[in-house]
């Protein structure tokens, strides 16, 4: 039985234009709406690759306001058994806050007796990208941590861990319990079904509140820099465009009979 | 004072961002440049960083740092840290630049800034980094005893010190703890050659994303492709909808091309994907949307829809 941890972050949407609020301190996600990023979806599908045949269970963390719990019942949708909001306003804690919360919900748990083989957090947050709440965090459980890693197998109380490295697919065998930061790609995601939806809104998720006082992100301002002038010549329009495009082929030698 | 860099190395040299992280080391007036290897550094490694102006090459040899432990390369890089009573400490901003500097920070309970672009104050460190996968720019204090902070890619370019360093090798004495080894690689399985090789060396790379419209939509690119004796690569949306394999993916969570040509089918141009392609030598891209961000990006661009432009293409070209 193998019960797993994942921790997901409220972001807005960053695959669309940024806007920022007029304050310029942070992202507007009111037009573009608010997900969960793509490393930690994947870290929920692997979650639930490895609790489902084993009979384990699947919660879903996130630090932030109310509104996360949407993000947490997402989760709930593909697969996830319970929830744990840690109720705090993202924007003012930095990595090493959050690490502490999460630290302190997953001792919390453990305390009430349910422990978590494995913790998996996204390699990197989409709007922050700090590159380090799990490695911080892998030192408060004092756990081993591998990071960037696509997928995990587990047998008895060791875990196999794959990702690509410079030279090729590195593998890792580590103790449980462990500490690991996911990168997207391993494993195909997951999409709620209806029975899925349904029981996402009935599921119980925990809120409880962090003891730690923040240090904060330092954040002073943010900014979208201008994209360069656009060069582009335009060939034509349509299958009319045809010939200039291939003429542009064959300048560029691309070409071959 | 002095300015510690973790320098990689790659097929026997500093690594190009490693280059990059070193010169821009060397910008911020911070004192002496020293580099951090781990395992022995080569003849041509100190080469490179007596060029780029280190004074002392720190490396650290031991059996137990042959395969890659991030926590066991973090103890060197502390090491050297201390060696050179570094108030600055900079990695590239690669996976294991970030990971190797994050396992500093926890250890040290110091603040680390990642993806780093411009430097504006030393004390206080105020810094410019990139956010939101490069799409934003955060300015940030993140003071710190010792300062931490990984370079964004790209940057800066790497540029030789106008006097070369005197790149002194200097042995670490470090006696790896057997706890940092706790998550070490256990092997390395090489990559599956037809893959991603395929598409990361190829001339000509014809992209397709959500304009293909579905899993059927990729014959005229798949022919585009072999007419032109080059590869398939795609967007995030058509990889996640299960259209096309991961490996076939282009960008930041894909893989990086640089082909002569990229032609770009049907795909938005959105930062995380032009992450992947931004080498590319010369860039067509097809859209029915004039405004795309792949369309005020490219070279040349036809507007169109994707399933009408490209018959026409490989009917031209006969
Ligand atoms: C952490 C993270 C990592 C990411 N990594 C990657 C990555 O590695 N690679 C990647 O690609 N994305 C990545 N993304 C996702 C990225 O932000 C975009 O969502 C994705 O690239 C969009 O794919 P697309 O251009 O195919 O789709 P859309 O953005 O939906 O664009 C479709 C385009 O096709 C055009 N179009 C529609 N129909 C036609 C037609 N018939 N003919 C011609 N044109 C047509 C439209 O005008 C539009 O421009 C990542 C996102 C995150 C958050
Ligand atoms: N507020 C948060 N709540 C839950 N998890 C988070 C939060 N912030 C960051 N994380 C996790 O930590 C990972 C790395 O974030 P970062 O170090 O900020 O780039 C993310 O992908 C998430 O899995």
């Given at each position: 039985?193998?019960n797993?941890?994942?921790?997901?972050?409220?972001?807005?949407d960053p695959?669309?234009e940024?806007?920022l609020?007029?304050d310029?301190?942070?992202?507007?996600g009111r037009f573009a709406?608010?997900t969960?990023?793509?490393?930690?979806?994947a870290a929920?599908?692997?979650?639930?690759?490895?609790a489902?045949?084993?009979?384990?269970t699947v919660?879903?963390l996130s630090?932030g306001s109310?509104?996360?719990?949407?993000?947490?019942r997402?989760g709930i949708?593909?697969g996830?058994?319970d929830g744990?909001?840690?109720e705090?306003d993202?924007d003012?804690l930095?990595?090493?806050?959050?690490a502490?919360a999460?630290?302190e919900a997953?001792q919390g748990?453990e305390?009430?007796g349910?422990?978590y083989d494995?913790?998996?957090l996204?390699n990197d947050a989409?709007?922050?990208g700090?590159?380090?709440v799990?490695?911080?965090l892998?030192y408060?459980?004092d756990r081993p941590v591998?990071?960037?890693?696509?997928?995990?197998?587990?047998?008895?109380?060791?875990?196999?861990l794959?990702?690509e490295g410079?030279?090729?697919?590195e593998?890792?065998?580590?103790?449980?319990p462990a500490?690991?930061?996911?990168?997207?790609?391993?494993?195909a995601?997951?999409?709620p079904?209806v029975?899925g939806?349904?029981?996402a809104?009935k599921?119980e998720?925990?809120?409880v509140?962090?003891?730690g006082?923040?240090?904060?992100?330092?954040r002073?301002a943010?900014?979208v820099p201008?994209?360069?002038?656009?060069?582009v010549t335009?060939?034509?329009?349509?299958?009319s465009a045809a010939?200039?495009?291939?003429a542009?082929?064959r300048e560029?030698?691309v070409?071959?009979? | 004072m002095?300015v510690?860099v973790l320098v990689?190395?790659?097929e026997?040299?500093a690594s190009?961002v490693s280059r990059?992280?070193?010169t821009?080391?060397?910008?911020?007036g911070?004192?002496?440049?020293?580099?951090v290897?781990v395992?022995e550094?080569?003849?041509?490694?100190?080469?490179d960083?007596r060029e780029?102006g280190?004074?002392?090459?720190?490396?650290a040899?031991d059996?137990?740092?042959?395969r890659?432990a991030?926590?066991a390369?973090?103890a060197?890089v502390?090491a050297?840290?201390r060696?050179?009573?570094a108030?600055?400490v900079?990695?590239p901003?690669?996976g294991r630049?970030?990971e190797?500097l994050a396992?500093?920070a926890?250890?040290?309970?110091?603040r680390?800034a990642?993806?780093v672009v411009?430097v504006?104050?030393?004390?206080?460190?105020?810094?410019q980094?990139q956010?939101v996968?490069g799409?934003?720019l955060?300015?940030?204090t993140?003071?710190?005893?010792?300062r931490?902070?990984t370079?964004a890619?790209?940057?800066?370019d790497p540029?030789p010190?106008d006097?070369?360093g005197?790149a002194?090798?200097?042995?670490?004495?470090v006696?790896?703890d057997?706890?940092?080894?706790?998550?070490?690689?256990?092997?390395?399985?090489?990559?599956?050659?037809?893959?991603?090789?395929g598409?990361?060396g190829?001339r000509?790379?014809?992209?397709a994303?959500?304009?293909?419209?579905?899993?059927?939509?990729?014959?005229?690119v798949?022919?585009?492709?072999?007419?032109l004796?080059g590869?398939?690569?795609v967007?995030?949306?058509v990889?996640?909808?299960g259209w096309r394999?991961h490996h076939?993916q282009v960008?930041?969570?894909?893989s990086?091309i640089?082909?002569?040509?990229?032609?770009?089918?049907?795909?938005s141009?959105s930062?995380?994907?032009w992450?992947?392609?931004?080498s590319?030598r010369?860039?067509?891209?097809?859209?029915?949307?004039?405004?795309?961000p792949?369309?005020t990006?490219?070279?040349?661009?036809?507007i169109?829809?994707?399933?009408?432009v490209l018959?026409a293409?490989?009917?031209e070209?006969?």
């Amino acid at each position: 039985m193998t019960n797993v941890l994942v921790c997901v972050k409220r972001v807005p949407d960053p695959t669309g234009e940024v806007v920022l609020t007029p304050d310029g301190l942070r992202v507007d996600g009111r037009f573009a709406g608010y997900t969960t990023s793509a490393h930690e979806e994947a870290a929920v599908a692997l979650a639930v690759q490895l609790a489902e045949p084993s009979g384990g269970t699947v919660t879903v963390l996130s630090v932030g306001s109310e509104d996360s719990i949407e993000q947490i019942r997402s989760g709930i949708a593909v697969g996830a058994t319970d929830g744990i909001l840690v109720e705090a306003d993202a924007d003012l804690l930095g990595p090493a806050d959050v690490a502490s919360a999460i630290a302190e919900a997953v001792q919390g748990r453990e305390a009430a007796g349910t422990g978590y083989d494995l913790v998996l957090l996204g390699n990197d947050a989409a709007d922050t990208g700090d590159f380090q709440v799990g490695i911080r965090l892998s030192y408060l459980l004092d756990r081993p941590v591998v990071a960037g890693i696509q997928t995990v197998e587990v047998e008895g109380d060791r875990a196999t861990l794959r990702g690509e490295g410079p030279e090729g697919t590195e593998v890792y065998e580590v103790d449980l319990p462990a500490v690991a930061t996911v990168l997207e790609g391993g494993v195909a995601p997951r999409y709620p079904s209806v029975m899925g939806r349904m029981r996402a809104k009935k599921a119980e998720v925990e809120t409880v509140a962090w003891s730690g006082t923040a240090s904060g992100s330092g954040r002073d301002a943010l900014t979208v820099p201008e994209p360069p002038p656009s060069e582009v010549t335009v060939l034509g329009e349509g299958p009319s465009a045809a010939p200039a495009l291939v003429a542009v082929l064959r300048e560029l030698k691309v070409v071959h009979g | 004072m002095s300015v510690v860099v973790l320098v990689e190395v790659e097929e026997g040299r500093a690594s190009l961002v490693s280059r990059e992280t070193l010169t821009f080391a060397r910008s911020l007036g911070a004192g002496d440049l020293h580099a951090v290897v781990v395992g022995e550094a080569g003849e041509a490694v100190v080469a490179d960083c007596r060029e780029m102006g280190v004074v002392v090459v720190h490396e650290a040899v031991d059996p137990a740092l042959e395969r890659y432990a991030a926590a066991a390369w973090a103890a060197v890089v502390e090491a050297a840290g201390r060696a050179a009573r570094a108030n600055v400490v900079l990695a590239p901003g690669t996976g294991r630049g970030m990971e190797v500097l994050a396992h500093v920070a926890a250890r040290r309970n110091l603040r680390m800034a990642a993806n780093v672009v411009a430097v504006e104050s030393l004390d206080p460190l105020v810094v410019q980094r990139q956010v939101v996968g490069g799409a934003a720019l955060e300015r940030a204090t993140v003071d710190s005893r010792v300062r931490l902070m990984t370079m964004a890619g790209h940057a800066v370019d790497p540029k030789p010190a106008d006097a070369a360093g005197e790149a002194t090798v200097s042995r670490l004495a470090v006696a790896v703890d057997p706890r940092d080894l706790r998550a070490q690689v256990a092997r390395v399985e090489k990559r599956e050659q037809a893959d991603t090789s395929g598409l990361t060396g190829a001339r000509v790379v014809v992209g397709a994303g959500r304009g293909a419209g579905g899993p059927d939509g990729f014959s005229a690119v798949d022919a585009l492709a072999t007419r032109l004796g080059g590869a398939v690569g795609v967007s995030r949306v058509v990889t996640s909808l299960g259209w096309r394999p991961h490996h076939e993916q282009v960008g930041q969570t894909g893989s990086r091309i640089a082909p002569d040509l990229y032609l770009a089918c049907g795909i938005s141009g959105s930062i995380q994907h032009w992450a992947g392609c931004a080498s590319s030598r010369t860039i067509i891209a097809v859209n029915t949307d004039p405004d795309a961000p792949m369309v005020t990006k490219a070279d040349y661009a036809v507007i169109g829809d994707m399933h009408e432009v490209l018959p026409a293409v490989l009917e031209e070209l006969g």
